[in-house]
């Protein structure tokens, strides 16, 4: 099956890249792709609430939630790793029910709106509440990553952690997809009435497929967290939002690997202007070019470029005499 | 909180929430023909303050004519952002409210390089204060509220004395019939797109002499435009005006009270609280 | 014996009623058509019935249970299935895969089942879903998406995923709308086709001809009120339905 054989291979691509990295790359590739992974699982954990058609312009606020809270769990009560992080990502799904509870009966803009407003919400929590997180000094001291109590010291091993959760991750999400509740996700993206009309209760569907997506954005921050060790509650804003947005839209949103792609494909080019206004207009360009002229984004691009290539072929049937 | 201080925060809530309303009415109005929200309304405020800045501090011209320049300059902005955003996509609402999204951030982001790194200020255009109850309240802020009121007004007749404005009606009502009737769907979309923009314009020049203009600054009144239209109902515009008057108020009060910010979280923590528990009741069921 | 019996049904938009005080019996076995002008208020009943509305006042009773203000998937599980007046299909699929989805979105599957499911559609679905197709005569385009059929084929495919989901109430809003007289023919026929294999049959309909020719009994509304109730040929003879159809200028429809 030619689906099954393209996420294999995009999976086998992303693990060899993981066993290669450290070893072709100094420490700074390593910081560089241990983001592009955490972007990664914040992409794909997007796609579920988008398939079933709910504009989430607010997932970085979950990812907050759980670095927020797996850091300070670790740093202020000694919890460890690994319990911390589930914590953070229970945590952001729970939060995720509150708010996905009342407001997923709305519909779509309204749905967004809220999300929207929530990220402004979650952002000034973390910077009024100064006693529990420091707000605006930002959040400094945040125990390294470790596993069954052996401290992840370097650079390269806390690289393999968030390779290894975001493989689980993946798989845990293309299960889903490809599953029935996958299918019905999808019938409600598509119509959602049409879907209610057949049986489905489309709000509880809608509900299981947001908190997840929290869960998994929970545990990316949670990563996120322990990694850079320091946190600071602009860094979530709606930019942050609207950036794992368009991963899924340049990526494509038509195929599980679209998120993925998009994902690797604009950390990597906007690396040199990270953290610069640059970096944002450079988004917001391959955002719009990519909605007006590739609506289907870039897994769409090979088709697109066959396509082309046959309208070419056909428009000159005869071979150019200088050739 | 003496009483002195409530009259002046209740004052000052008005002129808020005539800022306020000034951003819901574009919004609602756009949302109520094309079923989209311009996320980049916050963006276009911050346009129109800058405006304001450029022309009427940088070039001397009077505040009157910058107010108008930035009107017309930022409407005109809202028309061609229909022509070569809002028509050529294709496929439903949602990738349009993504592309207006990747804008605002553009317009953000750009503001940077652009505006400078460093806050600005724009002098006051009507300094002083008058007494009014026994309060100063600085007349920057007063008249806000008969500008405001002035161009409610004249929305309110365009769109229901004129022409175009009864085609825009008419695209409210039922696309497809409208076009069949021979209304232009593409020309009075791209209206609506430049009253939408020409009225964020307005409020971000009356806002630019009172507050410090950076190219975030769209962020909050786009935020409390948001919580405006939720709890007035989208596409309603007397909900639009009650709405803004009530959450400029309860701004003005709770922020003297216990700061803007807390004043924001509130507000949402009752946007949350409505839906749960009338979810059906401030704009009905959704049919 | 009443399959679905409503009481009083009353909606309200904004003070101004869609549908008022409406008594509507159905009984098992019937084909029933509701008419009326438009906007008599015959979508605002379907969407009441079907739960897509929350009736300001009056009760819903199918099959001696009160249904009065399920939400929809609720009531499509307990058998009460609707088709749209617009074309409404998974437009990305095809014929086949929107009829299995109407199979298998109202199979009631648990969680469990539903997420541990290794394939979307067994084999035994496949078959059901050919033999829907079949039935419905669209078995050549099985293969087609669904958004590339000719409007008269999608608007069978969506009787089909209705068909497919087991309803014992089938509610079909306008089937035949935009057909030419052959198409609405054959699906009229379909139609009491359906009823034959043992469901009851409530439909909208504006083109006279095709409920005069094919339901047993008719209520007619106007102004959300019931105007008329009888056989075709009582109902085509009152004065009171001339009149409302002369009113808005249809009567040779």
């Known amino acids: 099956m030619p689906r099954k054989l393209g996420v294999s291979i995009v999976l086998a691509v992303l693990v060899i890249l993981a066993l290669l990295v450290p070893e072709l790359g100094g420490d700074y590739y390593v910081h560089v792709f241990a983001l592009v992974f955490t972007n990664v699982i914040l992409a794909a954990s997007l796609r579920p609430s988008l398939t079933c058609g709910q504009l989430n312009i607010g997932h970085s606020a979950f990812m907050s939630i759980g670095a927020y809270t797996s850091a300070l769990l670790a740093k202020n009560l000694a919890v460890p790793f690994e319990i911390a992080l589930l914590c953070g990502a229970l945590l952001a799904a729970a939060v995720g029910l509150a708010i996905g509870y009342p407001s997923l009966r709305l519909r779509g803009v309204y749905f967004a709106m809220v999300t929207v407003a929530f990220v402004e919400v979650i952002r000034l929590i973390a910077q009024l509440w100064v006693s529990l997180t420091r707000g605006m000094s930002g959040l400094s001291g945040i125990p390294k990553p470790s596993l069954l109590g052996m401290t992840l010291t370097t650079r390269a091993s806390q690289y393999y952690l968030v390779v290894g959760l975001a493989v689980v991750i993946l798989l845990v999400l293309w299960k889903l997809e490809h599953s029935r509740l996958g299918l019905i996700w999808k019938s409600i993206g598509m119509g959602d009435n049409l879907a209610q009309s057949l049986g489905v209760n489309i709000a509880r569907h809608k509900l299981l497929a947001f908190m997840l997506g929290c869960f998994f954005a929970g545990t990316a921050g949670a990563f996120y967290a322990h990694f850079i060790r320091f946190l600071f509650p602009p860094e979530f804003g709606f930019l942050m939002a609207t950036n794992i947005l368009v991963y899924n839209y340049v990526g494509g949103r038509g195929h599980f690997v679209g998120p993925i792609l998009g994902a690797i494909f604009l950390s990597l080019l906007s690396e040199p202007f990270r953290g610069s206004p640059y970096e944002t207009i450079f988004f917001s360009i391959a955002m719009l070019l990519t909605i007006l002229f590739l609506p289907g984004g870039l897994i769409t691009l090979p088709g697109k470029l066959a396509e082309l290539k046959r309208w070419r072929a056909a428009a000159s049937p005869t071979p150019s005499p200088a050739a | 909180m003496t009483f002195a201080l409530f009259v002046q925060s209740a004052i000052v809530g008005v002129s808020l929430g005539s800022i306020y309303i000034l951003m819901a009415l574009g919004l609602t109005l756009m949302f109520g023909m094309m079923h989209i929200i311009n996320f980049a309304h916050g963006a276009v405020y911050m346009l129109g303050a800058f405006v304001i800045y450029y022309i009427f501090f940088q070039g001397g011209a009077p505040y009157f004519a910058a107010f108008v320049a930035s009107m017309i300059l930022l409407g005109v902005f809202g028309y061609l952002v229909e022509r070569s955003i809002y028509r050529p996509i294709k496929g439903g609402i949602e990738p349009t409210l993504v592309a207006l999204l990747a804008l605002t951030t553009f317009l953000q982001a750009a503001g940077y390089p652009v505006f400078g790194q460093l806050d600005k200020h724009v002098p006051p255009v009507f300094p002083g204060t008058r007494n009014i109850l026994g309060v100063g309240i600085s007349v920057e802020r007063l008249m806000i509220i008969p500008v405001a009121a002035a161009l409610v007004i004249a929305l309110y007749l365009f769109i229901n004395k004129t022409r175009l404005g009864a085609a825009m009606r008419a695209i409210e009502q039922d696309k497809e019939a409208a076009a069949l009737q021979g209304v232009n769907v593409h020309v009075v979309n791209g209206l609506a797109f430049a009253i939408g923009f020409a009225l964020a314009a307005a409020s971000g ?83 | ?225 019931k105007l008329a109730e009888g056989t075709p040929s009582q109902v085509s003879t009152s004065p009171d339905v001339i009149q409302a159809y002369l009113g808005t200028g249809v009567a040779d429809a």
């Open chain 3, 1 to 225: 014996m009443a399959l679905l019996e409503t009481r009083e049904l009353t909606r309200l938009f904004g003070g101004l009623a869609a549908v008022s005080r409406v008594d509507l019996t159905v009984d098992k076995g019937e084909i029933v058509g509701l008419i009326g002008p438009n906007g008599a208020g015959k979508t605002t009943c379907f969407n009441l019935l079907t739960g897509f509305l929350r009736p300001t006042r009056g009760s819903i009773v199918f099959d001696g249970e009160d249904i009065t203000g399920l939400r929809p998937h609720q009531i499509a599980a307990r058998g009460l299935v609707r088709t749209f007046q617009q074309t409404t299909l998974f437009q990305d699929l095809t014929a086949l895969e929107n009829v299995l989805l109407g199979l298998h979105l109202s199979s009631g599957k648990g969680p469990r089942q539903v997420l541990f499911s290794r394939r979307h559609f067994p084999a035994d679905e496949i078959a059901r879903g050919r033999e829907v197709l079949d039935f419905t005569g669209l078995a050549a385009h099985a293969d087609q998406l669904s958004r590339n059929l000719p409007h008269g084929h999608q608007r069978v495919l969506g009787i089909a995923m209705a068909l497919a989901a087991q309803p014992r109430l089938l509610l079909l809003d306008e089937p035949v709308t935009g057909m030419n007289l052959d198409e609405s023919g054959r699906v009229m026929d379909l139609v009491k086709t359906i009823r034959s294999r043992g469901t009851t049959i409530l439909l909208v309909e504006h083109n006279m001809k095709a409920v005069m020719g094919t339901c047993e009994r008719i209520v007619v509304l106007n102004f959300g009120q």
């Open chain 2, 205 to 287: 020049a009356l806002m630019a002499p009172i507050f410090k203009l950076d190219p975030m600054m769209g962020e909050q009144p786009l935020l409390k435009a948001f919580i405006i239209i939720i709890l007035g109902g989208l596409g309603s515009v007397p909900g639009a005006i009650l709405g803004g008057l009530m959450l400029g108020l309860i701004d003005s009060i709770v922020a003297t009270a216990l700061g803007a910010e807390p004043a924001f979280l509130l507000s949402f923590v009752f946007i949350i609280m409505l839906l749960l528990f009338r979810p059906t009741g401030l704009f009905g069921y959704a049919s």
